[in-house]
C-alpha cells in the first residue's frame, strides 16, 4: 500500500527528474522504491530514478448476476398445429482480471571498502655530480633515492620527502665514479663505469 511523504527532487518536473531526495538540501537519498506524483510512477533504485510509466487507472470488475430464468413452457390447448416457444439464451459475464501492481526487485547496495593507503616511500640521500648532457662530470648536488645503494635504485627525486623527481641527464657517484642516465621517470640502464 502506497504511504503519502515529502520528497524532493533534482528538477523542476517530476518527469525529468533523475534522483528522489529526504530533505531540501538535496543531500540525503530516499531509499530504494517506487514513487509517484499521481500521474506517472517512478522507480528508484540505488540513487537513480529509472522511466516513469503512467498511472493505470483500475479497470472495474463487473458483478455477475444471476441468469433470467427460462419459463417452462405451458402446453397449449389443444389447438391445431401448436408452436413451441423459442428458448430464451441466458447472458454470460466474463470476468476481467486485474492489471498485476509492478513488484520492486531489491538490488544488492555493495559494501564500501576503506581505501588502500599509498605505500611509504624509504628515501636515501645520494651526492651525486650532475649533467643533462655528458656523463662523468658535473655540477656536485645532493639527491635522493628509493634504494640505499645508488645503482640499484629505481627512482630519482630532488627532495627528502621523495615527492619531486630529478630533471632528467647523467648522474655520477663521486666515490665511484659510476654513472647512470636518468630519463625524468626512470633509469635507463645500469650503473656504469666513467
Known amino acids: 500500500m502506497a504511504t503519502l511523504g515529502t520528497y524532493y527532487y533534482d528538477s523542476s518536473s517530476f518527469t525529468n527528474a533523475t534522483t528522489i531526495y529526504d530533505d531540501a538540501d538535496l543531500t540525503i537519498v530516499s531509499q530504494n522504491g517506487w514513487y509517484s506524483d499521481n500521474t506517472i510512477v517512478r522507480q528508484q533504485i540505488s540513487g537513480v530514478l ?89 655540477t656536485s648536488v645532493g639527491y635522493y633515492g628509493d634504494f640505499s645503494n645508488f645503482c640499484t635504485a629505481t627512482q630519482l627525486y630532488t627532495d627528502s620527502a621523495c615527492t619531486q623527481q630529478a630533471p632528467s641527464g647523467y648522474y655520477t657517484t663521486f666515490s665511484s665514479n659510476e654513472v647512470r642516465f636518468w630519463t625524468g621517470i626512470a633509469f635507463q640502464d645500469s650503473c656504469q663505469s666513467c
Open 50 to 138: 529509472y522511466a516513469g510509466q503512467v498511472c493505470a487507472t483500475p479497470t472495474p470488475v463487473p458483478t455477475p448476476t444471476a441468469p433470467i430464468p427460462v419459463p417452462s413452457p405451458v402446453a397449449p390447448s389443444p389447438v391445431p398445429s401448436p408452436v413451441a416457444p423459442s428458448p430464451v439464451p441466458a447472458p454470460v459475464v466474463v470476468p476481467v482480471a486485474p492489471s498485476p501492481s509492478p513488484v520492486p526487485v531489491p538490488v544488492p547496495v555493495p559494501t564500501p571498502t576503506a581505501p588502500v593507503p599509498a605505500p611509504v616511500v624509504q628515501c636515501y640521500y645520494y651526492q651525486l655530480k650532475y649533467n643533462p648532457l655528458s656523463s662523468c662530470s658535473g
